[in-house]
């Protein structure tokens, strides 16, 4: 872990272009950083300029709303209310400015024009027509999961884990989901049989002691503030995100990508500092985990709406399986779980929900003599079996 020399008694901004404000980094009250608003610029065509501008309108409302709706459940509600909602547009956005307009080839009129819209206020009217679930009733429904976060490194304890892990479950914990507590991870992380189960591989062990905690999502998390510019005695630090996050009961990865604060354009946003740089502070580390943990969140309640509902990921290996056979044993396991996904010859994700022993003891029961099918290992959410 990285340690500083030089505490940060400097000021940091939320925006690339606003002034100063003072905060003594380390008692600076970080918020998380509100994305109820959001500028869009949108082009669109009509037969005459009122046409082409309402169809703007229109399309940067369904342009904010896109990434709310989720499901195919909740596209299909939103599509009842979607012309009462573009009929009400003049509540959820405002126009800023009109950057293009003009005469299409065919004689109509077409704008470029950026709105402000605000998401927030969408979201609500979103909850309340009944077309998405708010964060309560979202864990009343389906159960929220409950998630583990480290720092690079499931044995880590330094200064970075502390902060970044502690921005990351208060954030969590406000939108309804279930987190292992940092000491009680950190006393999973000490117990020598599971480092020895761990194998010496940093992601194993993570989901050794994940499996231990009853989790059922891992959070690996990795910041790399760099500073990239400079005016006068501000320097301008920008603080991606990396994550990677994996089902517990699996091992499988279902985000790989790195996050960025962004300014209200939806444009990567940095912090500007006055004085001697280091980026390494408190302050930097918890505003960078701060300004992506609404976008994190997203992709989250994605994956747990869509995926975790169907039950527990597991990984089931056959060994010996025949090329010619695992189409034929790939269909047969779509009656016996949620979902089925090939992870490779003779491997398959699948969800289920229940436990993997029970799934194991029933396939044996339908498959064993079909295919010849014998229980030969559990590893973690793995079960290996042997086709004779």
């Known amino acids: 872990m990285k340690r500083f020399k030089h505490p940060l008694s400097l000021s940091v901004l939320l925006a690339l272009l606003g002034s100063p404000t003072a905060l003594n980094p380390a008692q600076a009250d970080v918020q998380n950083v509100n994305y109820g608003q959001r500028e869009i610029e949108m082009s669109a065509e009509g037969l005459t300029a009122e046409e082409a501008l309402v169809n703007c309108e229109q399309a940067a409302i369904e342009s904010a709303i896109k990434p709310l709706v989720q499901t195919e459940e909740e596209q299909r509600k939103y599509q009842a209310i979607r012309q009462r909602l573009l009929a009400d547009r003049a509540l959820y956005l405002q126009r800023l400015k009109i950057v293009g307009k003009g005469t299409t080839a065919s004689g ?9 819209v605000e998401v927030g206020r969408l979201h609500e009217q979103l909850v309340k027509a009944g077309v998405i679930l708010s964060a309560s009733q979202l864990n009343q429904e389906l159960n929220s999961p409950t998630i583990v976060a480290y720092y690079h490194d499931p044995r880590e304890s330094g200064e970075y884990a502390q902060w970044s892990v502690e921005r990351i479950y208060n954030f969590l914990l406000a939108h309804q989901f279930r987190v292992v507590d ?9 117990d020598d049989e599971l480092l020895i189960q761990g194998q010496g591989d940093n992601r194993r062990l993570g989901q050794v002691l994940a499996l231990k905690a009853k989790a059922d999502l891992i959070l690996e998390i990795q910041i790399e503030p ?6 006068g005695d501000y320097h301008y630090v920008q603080t991606p995100v990396h994550l990677k996050a994996f089902e517990a009961s699996s091992g499988a990865p ?3 990508k790195t996050y960025q604060r962004l300014n209200a354009k939806g444009q990567p946003e940095a912090l ?3 004085g001697n740089v280091d980026v390494s502070t408190k302050a930097v580390i918890e ?9 994190m969140l997203e992709d989250l309640t994605l994956h747990w709406k869509q995926n975790l509902v169907k039950g527990q990921q597991y990984r089931l290996i056959f060994r010996n399986l025949k090329p010619e ?4 044993l790939q269909s047969r396991l779509q009656g016996l779980v949620k979902e089925v996904k090939s992870d490779g010859t003779g491997s398959f994700l699948v969800r289920y929900p229940g436990v993997l022993g029970d799934l194991a003891d029933e396939l ?12 030969e290992s559990f590893d973690l959410g793995n079960a290996t079996f042997v086709c004779s």
């Open 108 to 116: 109509g009129r077409f704008y470029k024009v950026v709105f402000k």
């Open 364 to 375: 044996e029961q339908r498959l064993g003599q079909s295919h010849g099918l014998t229980l």
């Open 287 to 295: 505003e960078a985990v701060a300004g992506v943990m609404p976008l």
């Open 272 to 274: 500007s500092i006055k």
């Open 182 to 190: 940092a000491n009680i991870w950190q006393q999973l992380a000490q």
């Open 226 to 231: 760099k500073v990239v510019g400079q005016s």
């Open 325 to 328: 056979h695992e189409a034929e």
């Open 254 to 256: 279902f985000i790989e």
